[in-house]
């Protein structure tokens, strides 16, 4: 039984704790409010949202009517520009206007590191591009540079049209959701170009069903129990590296002369000097997963952009038939004039007389800014504007906000491609980002775009059957809900 001194006891302890409870709770949110850093220095003005999640809900909730874009003027409004906020698990500052912007792009005095969340990082490996820095960030950034660019990307050409002719052959009398067809011929177009993997074949076909559910890890929480997005997409990934790796040793020995079924298939695999990279100043030699790894990375991060614009931009020419139109009487000239020639593929020089496509394609990377903004983390107390940004802080640069600025772009939420009939200034149009970052996929999605479009206007009327016409804007923009259309040839027309 209880006696009342007991009972009193057992109150003093309760009362002792509480105290311990609302100290320790007090504590927990100044620190949260501060984020750790006391009294040292509150940047600027803000909101860190909610303990832990921060502001990541309420960003991610950013889709259909209720634009990213919005979302930060509504911040900038309140608490002017380089306001904090709390995102990926990390406090952050917003990095806004122009200036701001190209600051975290150059990041001029090597103050900062990729912002790249932690699954990110976890499922494309430690050799991919995206968790590398300095020195070794350089050196694959410049083999990918210098392979995945233009004068390289030219002698795909023939084998894109192939893909691509294949892949449109059976859309006459079809209903469908042109997004997945798109999505899959694009994996199966960066299978081929990074490992020369032939696409008609059953291991490309595995490994794209295989990156569907790669691709959902990235932009989850870093969870790895069975059930969650992340514990499955790193298991797919397992399971793409080990299709993968054979193929790189197979290429790996082929260097040394041995004959190799993927790098004749490959022609000549552009990214030999892979196998020489060595890492931690030249300590570490890179094993066959690490080429894997880097070759992969841009397939994971990159696959499923393309898409995006083929779809966005047979989107926006629907819903305007006046420049549908139009760009459909600009293929059937350049497909007359190629008739004439005895040519049937599209060939890199053919993109210039594809002229208002081209504006079309630059016209929907502005309106629907596919990567609408990208992150660094600082790696020192960093001073800017008379602001500190404290060390461990994470920066988002949303270079959404430059393309939806009117002062740049009258009447910006309008789908207008006249506004490019003269090219993109680079310093205001930065779909691509720039700087020692800079996507080494612009021209690449830009062929394969403006190809893609080609050849579906050039063979196909439609009628939409079902369109959501929405899309989510954070971490990046993706088309969400039915859009089906239905599809007939129009060879018959010419
Ligand atoms: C609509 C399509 C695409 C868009 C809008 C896009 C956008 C971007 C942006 C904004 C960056 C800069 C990231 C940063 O500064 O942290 C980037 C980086 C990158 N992109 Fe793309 N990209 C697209 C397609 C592609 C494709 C098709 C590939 C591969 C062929 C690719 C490969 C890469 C790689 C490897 C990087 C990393 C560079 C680095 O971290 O050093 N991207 N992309
Ligand atoms: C990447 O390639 C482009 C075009 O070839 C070149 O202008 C640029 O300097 C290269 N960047 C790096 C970092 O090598
Ligand atoms: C378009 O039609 C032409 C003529 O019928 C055909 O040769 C070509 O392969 C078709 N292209 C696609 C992408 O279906």
Known sequence: MWTEESTNAVQKIVTTLSVFCIVFLIRAWWNWQTAGLGLKSIPSK?????????????????????????????????????????????????????????????DPHKQMRNGAPESLKRIFGSTSIFSLEGEDHRHVYKILNDSILMPELKKKTAEFNRIMRHSLSSWDGQTLDILKPMQTMIFKLMTFNFFGIPWEGEIADRIASLLYTVVLGPTSLPFYFPGTDFYKAMNAKTRVTELVVPIIRELRSAETGRSSKYARSAEKFPYQNLFNIKFNGGKEM?????????????????????GTVVALAIFHLTKNPSMLQKAQAEVDRVRKQKEELGEADLSVSDLKDLKYLTQVYNEVLRISTIVPGVGRVATTDIHFNGHVIPKGWFMLAPFVLIHMDPELYPEPSKFNPDRFETPPNPGKFLPFGRGYRHCVGRDFTKLVVVMTLYHILSNFTWDVVSCSGKVQYVPFVKMIGDFQLSIKSRTHLL
């Open 286 to 306: 890179i094993s066959d997963t690490g080429v894997c790894d880097i070759l992969l990375s841009p397939i994971l991060s990159g696959g499923q952009g393309p």
């Open 46 to 106: 803000g909101s860190l949202g909610w303990p832990i999640v921060g502001e990541s809900l309420s960003v991610r909730r950013c889709s259909g009517d209720i634009s990213f874009e919005g979302w930060l003027r509504e911040r900038i409004q309140k608490y002017g520009t380089m306001c904090k906020s709390h995102l990926f698990l990390k406090p952050s500052i917003l990095m806004t206007t122009t200036e701001e912007v190209k600051f975290v792009f150059d």
